[in-house]
């Protein structure tokens, strides 16, 4: 019964390139939820998706960043362009019916962003 | 937006000592967790606590939802007690806003 799954793990990336981060939710989850914790700091709210559909972008940048949750396959957090203030720690977490999970909400192990 | 606020945001510890937490939160709350990630950056889900009271082995948690806070008591600290804890809220629709977080040190 495996949780909420990210990958890579790390992922390293020059200034310019583009950087693919995926999220698999838990089996039988189809809300999405991806959080960006910064060094030293908590996890800050980026953008909430069900399914083949945006609920919520309203944390997340409005340039160089989109999230896509197609009808079958994992969840991506796209980050064109990058540079070196998009290093940080990205999280995933799933829930079955969106708004209120019975048991709180289980994330990822992370993805962790290198832009060097 | 909500604010949530944690404290001490730093704590050291000997090994075998008890803690205690602190979350404060600016509005009511549908959803309180409280996450510890520890020192390989994983994020554990340690309490879904929106009010009332859970014990899990040495750890429990409180929440006074009427008060505003919540409270995590750690008792007879580990070293693997070590990391991160971060209390989360959830007001309304779905976003959690988390606080910046207690870094707890137990030394042997």
């Known amino acids: 019964n495996a949780g909420v799954m990210q990958n890579p793990r790390h992922l390293v990336r020059r200034r310019g390139q583009e950087a693919r981060l995926r999220c698999s939710p838990m089996k039988g989850h189809s809300h999405v939820y991806w959080y960006r914790q910064l060094p030293e700091e908590g996890l800050k709210f980026m953008v909430y998706l069900q399914k083949e559909n945006i609920i919520d972008e309203s944390g997340m940048p409005k340039e160089r960043f989109s999230a896509e949750f197609p009808k079958e396959g994992p969840s991506i957090l796209r980050i064109q362009q990058v540079v070196r203030g998009d290093s940080a720690a990205y999280f995933c977490a799933s829930s079955r019916l969106g708004v209120r999970p019975r048991n709180g909400y289980t994330f990822g192990s992370g993805t962790r962003l290198t832009v060097v | 937006g909500i604010q949530v606020e944690q404290s001490p945001p730093d704590l050291i510890l000997q090994e075998g000592a008890n803690s205690t937490l602190r979350c404060n939160f600016s509005?009511?709350?549908?959803?309180l967790q409280w996450f510890h990630q520890n020192p390989w950056g994983q994020l554990i889900n340690l309490f879904y606590?929106?009010?009332g009271t859970k014990q899990n082995g040495r750890l429990s948690a409180t929440t006074v939802a009427t008060e505003r806070y919540s409270l995590l008591y750690i008792s007879s600290s580990q070293t693997t007690d070590s990391g991160v804890y971060f209390c989360?809220?959830?007001?309304?629709?779905?976003?959690?806003?988390f606080g910046e977080g207690t870094q707890l040190t137990v030394n042997p």
């Open positions: 989360a809220v959830r007001l309304r629709g779905s976003r959690l806003t």
């Open positions: 606590i929106p009010s």
């Open positions: 509005d009511s709350v549908n959803n």
